[in-house]
């Protein structure tokens, strides 16, 4: 009843009538309560403003059963041990009852006498460190094992790329070679063995020295207005049967290059047998040729990785 009660809770005076009083009583009594002003002469000896009726004790009813005061049907059930009946508010945890009950000692409060008080009961509760840890942990071995990862990957690509540069000069250093027995052969097909002409290879010598000697130049020279190659693709045969997909591309890209050098050296394509083919030409120095450029053209060619 003070001029400062709150309007959404309980008033400092509450005043209730018994289950065994009138109804008529109880509103008289009511009525001459709610008639009094602050001016009035009762008001002013008991200390008070007024008297009105609360709005709502919905929110004493919730705070009472937070603070666990009363039950689900608002009966009381607390206990008169004041540290039993200490709830505290979130982010916060109860002391022990012997902390509690020397909770005034040792936070320097006084308590009036007569009265059982709590002195700072709840203790905040301090976040464990040992979570966060783990967290940084976590995402330190995440970064670690990606940086690993990275760094694996950079090294696996380096090397292949360090291989593949290293094949790439072989296969040119042995084309470049392949190149140079393939002149030389041509060469001493066309002019005759010579003393200054020496294949870099053990199989390139061998093939000049039992096709192009001095005898055969000479039977050469006698059939040169018609000389006949033929082409074989070696061990096709396996091949096709190990992979036929590759082996089709084998023999477009060898039935091509064989046209094309055809067409350029004017020569005559007289019948062909699988992937081999009979040729003809007017001279020797056109089949020489047409045979060099083939081996070159079949080195440069653009090869798939399952032929390769």
Not at 40 to 62: E, V
Not at 104 to 117: A, F, I, N, Q, R
Not at 187 to 214: D, Y
Not at 279 to 305: E, H, M, P, T
Request: glycine fraction near 4%; include cysteine; charge should be negative.
């Amino acid at each position: 009843p003070s001029p400062f009660s709150p309007r959404l809770a309980a008033p400092e005076w509450a005043i209730a009538s018994l289950p065994h009083v009138p109804w008529d009583i109880a509103r008289a009594v009511s009525e001459a309560l709610f008639s009094i002003t602050p001016e009035d002469d009762a008001a002013k000896a008991a200390n008070y403003a007024t008297w009105t009726a609360p709005q709502s004790y919905q929110g004493i009813h919730q705070m009472q059963r937070t603070l666990a005061l009363v039950d689900e049907n608002f009966k009381c059930i607390r206990s008169g041990d004041l540290c039993q009946t200490t709830v505290c508010p979130a982010g916060s945890v109860k002391k022990s009852c012997e902390e509690i009950a020397k909770g005034c000692e040792v936070t320097g409060l006084s308590c009036p006498e007569g009265y059982e008080c709590l002195c700072k009961p709840c203790r905040k509760i301090v976040k464990s460190t040992n979570a966060e840890n783990h967290t940084i942990l976590r995402v330190l071995l995440i970064v670690v094992t990606i940086c690993a990862f990275f760094a694996a990957f950079a090294f696996y690509y380096r090397v292949m790329h360090n291989k593949r540069l290293r094949m790439e000069l072989l296969s040119l250093c042995e084309r470049e070679i392949l190149e140079q027995d393939l002149q030389e052969l041509l060469e001493a097909c066309i002019e005759g063995p010579s003393a200054g002409v020496v294949s870099t290879r053990a199989s390139w010598e061998s093939i000049v020295s039992s096709t192009c000697s001095v005898d055969d130049s000479e039977v050469v020279g006698q059939l040169s207005e018609v000389v006949f190659v033929f082409t074989d693709i070696q061990d096709s045969t396996p091949m096709s049967a190990a992979d036929p997909v590759a082996m089709k591309h084998v023999q477009d890209v060898h039935d091509f290059v064989i046209r094309h050098q055809i067409a350029l050296n004017n020569g005559y394509e007289m019948n062909t047998q699988g992937d081999s083919f009979e040729l003809a030409f007017g001279n020797v120095q056109s089949a020489a040729r047409f045979c060099l450029a083939v081996q070159l053209d079949l080195l440069q060619a653009n090869w798939s990785k399952n032929v390769l």
